[in-house]
Protein backbone atom coordinates (compact mmCIF):
# COMPACT_ATOMS: atom_id res chain seq x y z
CA UNK A 1 0.00 0.00 0.00
CA UNK A 2 0.82 3.42 -0.64
CA UNK A 3 0.07 6.66 1.62
CA UNK A 4 -0.45 10.35 0.08
CA UNK A 5 -0.08 13.55 1.60
CA UNK A 6 -0.94 16.78 -0.35
CA UNK A 7 0.12 20.26 0.03
CA UNK A 8 0.54 23.47 -1.50
CA UNK A 9 -2.98 24.49 -2.11
CA UNK A 10 -4.29 27.81 -1.18
CA UNK A 11 -5.99 31.23 -2.34
CA UNK A 12 -4.79 32.61 -5.51
CA UNK A 13 -6.42 35.44 -7.59
CA UNK A 14 -6.69 34.72 -11.34
CA UNK A 15 -4.20 34.70 -13.56
CA UNK A 16 -1.47 33.84 -10.96
CA UNK A 17 0.18 30.35 -9.79
CA UNK A 18 0.13 27.46 -7.31
CA UNK A 19 2.80 24.76 -7.28
CA UNK A 20 1.09 21.25 -5.51
CA UNK A 21 3.05 18.49 -4.12
CA UNK A 22 2.34 15.01 -3.40
CA UNK A 23 4.48 12.98 -0.86
CA UNK A 24 4.43 8.91 -1.21
CA UNK A 25 5.32 6.71 1.77
CA UNK A 26 5.56 2.96 1.41
CA UNK A 27 6.21 0.98 -1.87
CA UNK A 28 9.01 1.99 -4.04
CA UNK A 29 7.72 5.47 -5.56
CA UNK A 30 9.60 4.62 -8.75
CA UNK A 31 7.75 1.61 -9.34
CA UNK A 32 3.97 3.08 -10.60
CA UNK A 33 2.70 5.98 -12.30
CA UNK A 34 0.85 9.21 -10.17
CA UNK A 35 -1.26 11.29 -11.43
CA UNK A 36 -3.75 14.48 -10.17
CA UNK A 37 -7.48 14.80 -9.80
CA UNK A 38 -10.00 17.48 -8.68
CA UNK A 39 -13.31 18.49 -7.61
CA UNK A 40 -15.38 21.33 -7.52
CA UNK A 41 -18.19 21.92 -5.09
CA UNK A 42 -21.36 20.15 -6.02
CA UNK A 43 -19.51 18.50 -9.20
CA UNK A 44 -17.84 14.90 -10.03
CA UNK A 45 -14.24 14.40 -9.65
CA UNK A 46 -12.15 14.41 -12.92
CA UNK A 47 -9.21 14.01 -14.38
CA UNK A 48 -6.24 16.59 -14.48
CA UNK A 49 -3.13 14.91 -15.34
CA UNK A 50 -1.18 11.78 -15.10
CA UNK A 51 3.29 11.46 -15.33
CA UNK A 52 4.73 7.65 -15.68
CA UNK A 53 7.47 6.11 -13.64
CA UNK A 54 10.16 7.72 -15.05
CA UNK A 55 8.46 11.11 -15.85
CA UNK A 56 8.93 10.76 -19.49
CA UNK A 57 5.69 10.55 -20.13
CA UNK A 58 2.89 12.78 -19.21
CA UNK A 59 -1.13 13.54 -20.45
CA UNK A 60 -3.56 15.89 -19.39
CA UNK A 61 -6.97 17.27 -19.64
CA UNK A 62 -7.29 19.66 -22.41
CA UNK A 63 -8.52 22.14 -19.65
CA UNK A 64 -5.18 22.67 -17.96
CA UNK A 65 -3.11 21.52 -20.86
CA UNK A 66 -0.32 24.30 -21.89
CA UNK A 67 -0.93 25.94 -18.40
CA UNK A 68 -0.31 23.20 -16.20
CA UNK A 69 2.77 20.57 -15.74
CA UNK A 70 2.85 17.58 -14.16
CA UNK A 71 6.50 16.28 -12.61
CA UNK A 72 8.07 14.14 -10.36
CA UNK A 73 10.97 13.78 -8.65
CA UNK A 74 11.53 10.12 -7.54
CA UNK A 75 14.46 10.64 -5.08
CA UNK A 76 12.16 13.08 -3.30
CA UNK A 77 9.12 10.49 -3.34
CA UNK A 78 7.15 13.51 -4.68
CA UNK A 79 5.14 14.12 -7.52
CA UNK A 80 4.85 18.23 -8.36
CA UNK A 81 2.10 19.87 -10.05
CA UNK A 82 2.62 23.44 -11.61
CA UNK A 83 -0.63 25.36 -11.87
CA UNK A 84 -0.28 28.65 -14.18
CA UNK A 85 -2.52 31.11 -15.46
CA UNK A 86 -5.03 30.09 -12.54
CA UNK A 87 -8.53 30.43 -13.95
CA UNK A 88 -12.07 30.92 -11.33
CA UNK A 89 -12.93 27.46 -12.95
CA UNK A 90 -9.75 25.45 -11.46
CA UNK A 91 -10.85 25.86 -7.99
CA UNK A 92 -11.91 22.46 -6.42
CA UNK A 93 -9.81 19.72 -4.16
CA UNK A 94 -7.24 18.84 -5.70
CA UNK A 95 -6.32 14.82 -5.47
CA UNK A 96 -3.29 13.05 -6.62
CA UNK A 97 -3.46 8.96 -6.93
CA UNK A 98 -1.00 6.59 -7.46
CA UNK A 99 -1.69 3.83 -10.27
CA UNK A 100 0.08 0.45 -8.90
CA UNK A 101 -1.23 -1.49 -11.21
CA UNK A 102 1.43 0.43 -14.10
CA UNK A 103 4.78 2.13 -14.91
CA UNK A 104 3.37 3.94 -17.24
CA UNK A 105 0.00 6.31 -18.19
CA UNK A 106 -2.34 4.22 -19.06
CA UNK A 107 -4.80 6.97 -20.33
CA UNK A 108 -8.24 5.46 -19.99
CA UNK A 109 -8.04 4.63 -16.78
CA UNK A 110 -6.82 8.31 -15.52
CA UNK A 111 -9.42 9.86 -17.85
CA UNK A 112 -12.75 7.23 -16.89
CA UNK A 113 -11.73 8.43 -13.70
CA UNK A 114 -11.14 4.50 -12.54
CA UNK A 115 -10.79 4.22 -8.31
CA UNK A 116 -7.28 3.77 -8.16
CA UNK A 117 -6.31 1.81 -4.83
CA UNK A 118 -3.91 4.69 -3.20
CA UNK A 119 -5.41 8.55 -2.92
CA UNK A 120 -4.35 11.44 -0.35
CA UNK A 121 -6.66 13.61 1.58
CA UNK A 122 -6.82 16.29 -0.85
CA UNK A 123 -5.70 19.85 -0.85
CA UNK A 124 -8.14 22.77 -1.60
CA UNK A 125 -7.33 25.30 -4.06
CA UNK A 126 -9.56 28.61 -4.51
CA UNK A 127 -9.14 30.88 -7.35
CA UNK A 128 -10.87 34.38 -7.04
CA UNK A 129 -11.81 36.36 -10.50
Known amino acids: QVQLVESGGGLVQAGGSLRLSCAAS????????MGWFRQAPGKEREFVAA????????YYADSVKGRFTISRDNAKNTVYLQMNSLKPEDTGVYYC??????????????????????WGQGTQVTVSS
Open 97 to 118: AADLVHTIVVVSLWVQNHPFGS
Open 26 to 33: GRTFSSYA
Open 51 to 58: ISWSGGST
